[in-house]
């Protein structure tokens, strides 16, 4: 049994943790208050990046890019502290009952 993260695992995630703190997942480049899950092998590899209505972006979750089982592992860190705060005693990631708004980019894979 291998412990692989694939691109898809981390994008549901990235959901998740968007359905959890009530962000849009960016739809483009340019959806202005909405997050975008980004990833460049060239530079690092995943972040998060919020466009700015002045046409420049933040990085809400850090400004430096992760490999991809580092930053799978930071948002389900992310979504175990939410369910903490929340007081949640599921098991999961996040309760499926908690998410208002259930993506169709969503994919079981």
Not at 40 to 45: K, Q
Request: with cysteine.
């Amino acid at each position: 049994m291998t412990n692989r993260v694939t691109k898809t695992m981390i994008r549901n995630q990235f959901i998740n943790l968007c359905d959890a703190l009530g962000k849009r997942v960016a739809t483009d480049y340019n959806d202005v208050g909405a997050w975008k899950l980004d990833y460049s092998p060239h530079y690092g590899g995943y972040t998060i990046v919020e466009k700015l209505e002045n046409g420049g972006e933040t990085h809400p979750i850090s400004m430096r890019r992760h490999k991809g089982s580092e930053f799978f592992e930071m948002l389900i860190f992310a979504l175990r502290a939410i369910a903490i705060d929340r007081n949640e005693n599921e098991h999961s990631y996040w309760p499926k009952d908690k998410i208002v708004n259930p993506r169709p980019e969503r994919v079981n894979n």
